[in-house]
Antibody, heavy 120, light 110 residues
Framework: QITLKESGPTVVRPTQTLTLTCSFS??????????VGWIRQPPGKALEWLAVIYYDDFHRYIPSLRNRLTITKDTSKNQVVLTMTNVDPVDTATYYC????????????WGQGILVTVSS | QSVLTQPPSVSAAPGQKVTISCSGSSSNIGNNYVSWYQQFPGTAPKLLIYDNNKRPSGIPDRFSGSKSGTSATLGITGLQPGDEADYYCGTWENSLSGWVFGGGTKVTVL
């Protein structure tokens, strides 16, 4: 059984850097094709894919946020970390960590999510 | 504004059928698989349909998916009160080299 859980600050000040950690079990980020990604959802709004990192360290970012995002993995800790620089109130959202099975274009399962509020 | 277009809401009486459309283009739905996710208030989305029309284990066959050209459809038959949720379609977008989602559709059981 695969589980993922997000952790990090729930309140961040504007212009600061947000660091979120995804701790997972039941999957190996050394298995060919496997990826772990991040998807966010502003309150009352739709889902937005942000980033993904694969078993071989290859990563992708949503183009509109590419210059603000960094995704890394620590396979020894079974963790993936997403950092977002220069946050703004529009970045207020629930951030989900997701598993992307090898070679597939869907996400399952999802973490429970963490609501991050950007406010001064 | 989402890349994929879904109706904001659909509704039907218990036992009836609803369909949710997801409209895209050749750079996303037209050349890639579509997945669907079910989200209850305050909870994380859950995979409902993958590869256009496949159901993960545990998903009732009341839920079905199809794709034609640049559009996809989620169908729910035998509607139950417990089906009230938001439903999102998603797929790969070639021009972004990333995933995109629809704006979500709220299903209401009358």
């Amino acid at each position: 059984q695969i589980t993922l859980k997000e952790s990090g600050p729930t309140v961040v000040r504007p212009t600061q850097t947000l660091t979120l950690t995804c701790s997972f079990s039941g999957l190996s980020l050394t298995t060919s094709g496997v990826g772990v990604g991040w998807i966010r959802q502003p309150p009352g709004k739709a889902l937005e894919w942000l980033a993904v990192i694969y078993y071989d360290d290859f990563h992708r970012y949503i183009p509109s946020l590419r210059n603000r995002l960094t995704i890394t993995k620590d396979t020894s800790k079974n963790q993936v970390v997403l950092t977002m620089t220069n946050v703004d109130p529009v970045d207020t959202a629930t951030y989900y960590c997701v598993h992307r099975p090898g070679g597939e274009d869907w996400f399952d399962p999802w973490g429970q999510g963490i609501l991050v509020t950007v406010s001064s | 504004q989402s890349v994929l277009t879904q109706p904001p809401s659909v509704s039907a009486a218990p036992g009836q059928k609803v369909t949710i459309s997801c409209s895209g283009s050749s750079s996303n739905i037209g050349n890639n698989y579509v997945s669907w996710y079910q989200q209850f208030p305050g909870t994380a989305p859950k995979l409902l349909i993958y590869d256009n029309n496949k159901r993960p284990s545990g998903i009732p066959d009341r839920f079905s998916g199809s794709k034609s050209g640049t559009s996809a459809t989620l169908g729910i038959t035998g509607l139950q009160p417990g089906d009230e949720a938001d439903y999102y379609c998603g797929t790969w977008e070639n021009s972004l080299s990333g995933w995109v989602f629809g704006g979500g559709t709220k299903v209401t059981v009358l």
